[in-house]
């Protein structure tokens, strides 16, 4: 029996730091790439199976660009675990053949909407947090260099506003996006015309449209790593450099929740936490805030003493993915082995 990874083709560091844990799990030792949207082999190239042949891979993170396909082949042993749904591809998502398979296996959800989601559908599930809470199983933190060194990822432009001008010039700044030429793909979906063509054209059309034009963009792309294994190298990078902060201000969940198994304090400010389903049960392990909610407070925080409030829930999901993680492997220990 081999073993997988499944990784996402985004512009999204985000996407491969949730891959880099199961990565860990298996030793950084895998015989594939799953390709999260396609479901088509990425790597190596050439790869496949032989028709009785199976494989083991770890299935977490967000589903999917293409809901209407979605549906793993039937040689891979999975684990699901950590997954988060949209609520709006939802009802493309779970087709009755999907809904069929998904009722052999207890999955895990990321958020607890999802678990509400997966629940809805009669689906054994149950809240796992996300697989990016055992980073600090396979990485330590790193002592941070003398001073108080704050480590800023992609946040909001006016919530930069209500920092106080000496975290700011103490601060690192830093990005999730991998290439610059992609940071236009939102700006150009927010202009007139784009959002005419909304009235006009069915979302899904667009949705498989945009998609395609994402894909293109990302292939001509000269700074996005095409190597699972680069991408795999960078978020480990990554990891390492929050690691070593004093405390990180970001809008992105796969910053605050990796860098807060790893013991560091985190400020997560997004306009949209309380609507955005993505953060249901997951933003109380931070310092969490609403753009407005950070307006009131940020210029009164304190910086240097700030803790996370949900230190002892970040440990008990950890654990209990870890658990779940040691059990899947034995289930399949036996079929490694040959």
């Known amino acids: 029996m081999k073993k997988a990874l499944v990784m996402?083709?985004?512009?999204?560091?985000?996407?491969?730091?949730?891959?880099?844990?199961?990565?860990?799990?298996?030793?950084?030792?895998?015989?594939?790439?799953?390709?999260?949207?396609?479901?088509?082999?990425?790597?190596?190239?050439?790869?496949?199976?032989?028709?009785?042949?199976?494989?083991?891979?770890?299935?977490?993170?967000?589903?999917?660009?293409?809901?209407?396909?979605?549906?793993?082949?039937?040689?891979?042993?999975?684990?699901?675990?950590?997954?988060?749904?949209?609520?709006?591809?939802?009802?493309?998502?779970?087709?009755?053949?999907?809904?069929?398979?998904?009722?052999?296996?207890?999955?895990?959800?990321?958020?607890?909407?999802?678990?509400v989601l997966l629940k809805s559908h009669g689906l054994k599930a149950y809240f796992s947090g996300c697989l990016t809470l055992t980073v600090s199983h396979w990485l330590s933190r790193t002592a941070p260099p003398k001073g108080f060194r704050p480590l800023i990822v992609d946040l909001d432009e006016e919530a930069m506003h209500y920092v106080p001008l000496e975290i700011r010039n103490a601060s690192i700044n830093s990005t999730q996006e991998i290439s610059a030429i992609l940071k236009l793909i939102p700006k150009i979906t927010q202009m007139r015309w784009t959002k005419a063509l909304k009235t006009i054209l069915p979302r899904s059309f667009l949705d498989l449209f945009s998609y395609f034009v994402f894909r293109k963009i990302l292939d001509m792309s000269p700074g996005v790593p095409k190597s699972p294994l680069s991408r795999l190298v960078l978020a480990e990078e990554r990891l390492r450099l929050l690691s070593s902060a004093s405390l990180i201000l970001t809008s992105r969940l796969h910053i605050a929740l990796p860098a807060a198994s790893l013991g560091v304090p985190v400020i997560l400010v997004h306009r949209r936490l309380h609507e955005d389903l993505r953060f249901s049960g997951l933003s109380g392990l931070v310092n969490s805030y609403t753009l407005e909610e950070f307006r009131e407070v940020g210029h009164d925080l304190s910086y240097d003493k700030l803790t996370n409030p949900g230190l002892g829930q970040i440990d008990s999901l950890k654990e209990a993915i870890l658990a779940r993680l040691n059990e899947y492997r034995s289930s399949v220990s036996s079929l490694l082995a040959s």
């Open 8 to 115: 996402a083709r985004t512009n999204n560091l985000g996407d491969d730091i949730q891959a880099w844990p199961a990565w860990q799990f298996w030793g950084r030792n895998v015989d594939a790439v799953l390709e999260r949207d396609t479901l088509k082999w990425w790597h190596p190239l050439g790869f496949d199976l032989k028709p009785k042949e199976k494989i083991a891979i770890i299935f977490n993170g967000w589903l999917t660009y293409n809901p209407r396909g979605w549906l793993p082949p039937r040689n891979v042993s999975p684990l699901f675990i950590s997954l988060h749904i949209a609520p709006e591809i939802a009802p493309k998502f779970f087709r009755p053949e999907l809904v069929e398979y998904l009722s052999q296996f207890e999955i895990g959800a990321r958020d607890l909407a999802t678990l």
